[in-house]
């Protein structure tokens, strides 16, 4: 399996903006399709958004669509959370899991996941 470490989290004044990165180690993010989630205090984890390894497709969570871009530099084995105009109720550890592309399933569940990052912390204050 692809080892992920998250960084970039940090804090941040609401309207403001920050970029998540997500690298792979061990293996590349060959083949791999990619997914950001985050877990409030107290809340269960969500989807945030997905972007596929053959053509970059993306999808994104409704509370996120506009604001969040999802993006991938293959040659970095990276992905990216480029996140604008943030909310206090944006604040969460933010995690990156991988998943093989061949691999069925929802992808807005967080089980539909191989592997995972230890998470990154954004605080978004008011």
């Known amino acids: 399996q692809v080892q992920l470490e998250e960084s970039g989290g940090g804090l941040v004044q609401a309207g403001g903006s920050l970029r998540l990165s997500c690298a792979a180690s061990?293996?590349?993010?060959?083949?791999?399709?990619t997914g950001w989630f985050r877990q409030a205090p107290g809340k269960e984890r969500e989807f945030v958004a997905y972007?596929?390894?053959?053509?970059?497709?993306?999808i994104y969570a409704d509370s996120v669509k506009g604001r969040f871009t999802i993006s991938r530099d293959n040659a970095k084995n990276t992905v990216y959370l480029q996140m604008s105009s943030l909310k206090p109720e944006d604040t969460a550890v933010y995690y990156c899991?991988?998943?093989?592309?061949?691999?069925?399933?929802?992808?807005?569940?967080?089980?539909?996941?191989?592997?995972w990052g230890q998470g990154t912390q954004v605080t978004v204050s008011s």
């Open positions: 972007i596929t390894w053959t053509y970059s497709a993306t």
């Open positions: 899991a991988a998943v093989i592309k061949t691999k069925p399933g929802v992808v807005r569940t967080s089980t539909f996941y191989d592997s």
């Open positions: 061990g293996r590349t993010f060959t083949n791999y399709n």
